[in-house]
Structures are given as C-alpha cells and as structure tokens.
C-alpha cells in the first residue's frame, strides 16, 4: 500500500516528558512536512525537508526538533512537552514544492495533561 | 508572509442548495498557486482542487474555482449541495515561501 504512516495514533504524557512521532511514506515523494493542527483546526506548518534537507522552519518553540533520515521518513521529536502542544500533528508529503498535491498521514494526537 | 481569508466559520446549507465559500489571499508572489483542500470527520486533509491560471476554471469532483489574481479570490462553489459535502474546508496558497499558508477552515454542514 503506498501511503503516508504516522505512529502513533494517539499519545497521552505529561508536562515536561519527551515525545517522539514517526512519518514514513512509500509514494516516492522527495518533500515532507510536519504540520500541527490545533484543537480550532487551525493548520500550520512547522518543517518542512526536502531530499533530506531542512527548507522550512517555521518559528516554533526550540523544544521541537526534525529529524530525516532519509527522504521517505521524517520524525518529530517534542522535549518537555507543555499543555500548548496539545494537538494534531499531521505529517504530508508530495513530490516536489509549489503547486505539488500534499498527501497527509492520519495524524498522531498529543494529548498533554 | 502569505495571509488568508475565508469565510467565517459555519456554513449551513440545506441539500440541493448553491455552495460558495469565500477565500481572498494576499501575497507578495506574483505567481502564486491557489488550492482549496477539504477535510471530513475523522479524516486528514486531501486535496480538492488547485489553480494556477489566471481567470480559468478549475473543476473537479463537482466543485468548481476560478483564481482571479485581480481581485486576489479563489472562492469554491458548487451548484448542488450533497450531504456528503459536509466538512471543513482550507483554502491555501502557496507561494515562494516554500510553504502552504492555510486559511483558518469553513466548516460546510448540510443537511436534508
């Protein structure tokens, strides 16, 4: 199946825990992004990589971290999570930028208490 | 950077009704992609349909947007509201930033 995976689906923790959220796709994309999606449905980006290459940091807290190994994978490391971050982060990849068809993951839904 | 606007909030139809969900954009890009992604309960965002072309039509899955740069609008429309349009809908463009600016969602609800 070619597909954009998240794990996990879903992850309660508390404040100041470390959380990590995995992104695989199997449809040959060479660009991925991370985007959170607040409890208003508010759909920002955060990174985006493109062949393995950081092209978008969009002004998050530093305590969120990318990471790429490879242009079919790209994980969200969170360190000391705070209530704000309560959210779905949904990851999406397409092939190429500008006017490329995003296709997104499922979502992970952090829940902090 | 890119900004939108769509129209606010709730949208309530009943079946069979005209859609016309409003969306403005401002960006510095002369050249901008305009998409408009829909997004059903319990579900991820896919995408609906996108523009390029000034003053041309853009159809797909029964909606229908025309980007007119003049007036920075890219509004959705479809002539007949089904149930199954029920859902939040993002309109974005995206520009030499790299990056989709999403609008903040109307929420279409239909109903018999």
């Known amino acids: 199946e070619t597909a954009v995976f998240q794990t996990p689906n879903y992850h309660v923790t508390q404040v100041g825990n470390e959380v990590s959220f995995n992104c695989k796709q199997t449809l040959g994309h060479d660009t991925m992004y991370w985007y959170k999606q607040d409890s208003k449905k508010l759909l920002k980006i955060m990174f985006s990589?493109?062949?393995?290459?950081?092209?978008v940091n969009e002004t998050v807290p530093r305590r969120f971290s990318p990471q790429s190994s490879d242009k079919a994978h790209l994980n969200l490391r969170i360190k000391s999570v705070e209530p704000e971050d309560s959210a779905v982060y949904l990851c999406?990849?397409?092939?190429?930028?500008?006017?490329?068809?995003?296709?997104f993951g499922p979502g992970t839904r952090l829940t902090v208490l | 950077g890119d900004s939108v606007t769509q129209t606010e909030g709730l949208v309530t139809l009943t079946e069979g009704l005209p859609v016309m969900l409003n969306c403005t954009y401002q960006t510095i890009y002369s050249n901008p992609f305009l998409f408009w992604y829909v997004q059903h309960l319990n579900e991820s965002p896919r995408l609906l349909l996108k523009?390029?072309?000034?003053?041309k039509r853009t159809e797909h899955q029964g909606f229908h947007a025309t980007l007119h740069k003049s007036s920075s609008s890219f509004h959705l429309q479809k002539s007949s509201a089904q149930l199954s349009d029920s859902a939040l809908y993002y309109c974005?463009?995206?520009?030499?930033?790299?990056?989709?600016?999403f609008g903040k969602g109307t929420v279409l609800l239909v109903s018999p």
């Open positions: 999406a990849s397409s092939y190429g930028q500008g006017g490329a068809e995003q296709f």
């Open positions: 974005a463009p995206h520009s030499g930033y790299n990056k989709l600016t």
């Open positions: 990589y493109n062949n393995k290459q950081l092209i």
């Open positions: 523009s390029f072309t000034d003053n």
